[in-house]
Nanobody, 123 residues
Framework: QVQLVESGGGLAQAGGSLRLSCAASGRTFSNYAMGWFRQAPGKEREFVAAIGRSGRSTYYADSVKGRFTISRDNAKNMVYLQMNSLKPEDTAVYYC????????????????WGQGTQVTVSS
């Protein structure tokens, strides 16, 4: 059974930083791309960042490019999202997810999701 467990969310001030972590289990972690998504109240879940199986390829939404960094540690079955220069509009529940598809920039190609972790950025 695949499990993804996010941690590291919380309250931050605008301009501050948070680091999200996602622990994965139940499948061979290095065989799958990983992604971070977020959902703000009243809005659809949106793509934030993704990383390929080896970690060499990374992709970001324009809204977070230059501020967020996705990384993974295949030896520990972990994926991370370092969030710097946080803005109030980054407030959302953040989810990690796993994809076996080469088209892993598309939300529909993710098959397992974590329960989410709340990030709140105050102005």
């Amino acid at each position: 059974q695949v499990q993804l467990v996010e941690s590291g969310g919380g309250l931050a001030q605008a301009g501050g930083s948070l680091r999200l972590s996602c622990a994965a289990s139940g499948r061979t972690f290095s065989n799958y791309a990983m992604g971070w998504f977020r959902q703000a109240p009243g809005k659809e879940r949106e793509f934030v960042a993704a990383i390929g199986r080896s970690g060499r390829s990374t992709y970001y939404a324009d809204s977070v490019k230059g501020r967020f960094t996705i990384s993974r540690d295949n030896a520990k079955n972990m994926v991370y999202l370092q969030m710097n220069s946080l803005k109030p509009e980054d407030t959302a529940v953040y989810y990690c997810a796993t994809s076996g598809s080469p088209a892993y920039l598309m939300r529909l190609n993710y098959d397992y999701w974590g329960q989410g972790t709340q990030v709140t950025v105050s102005s």
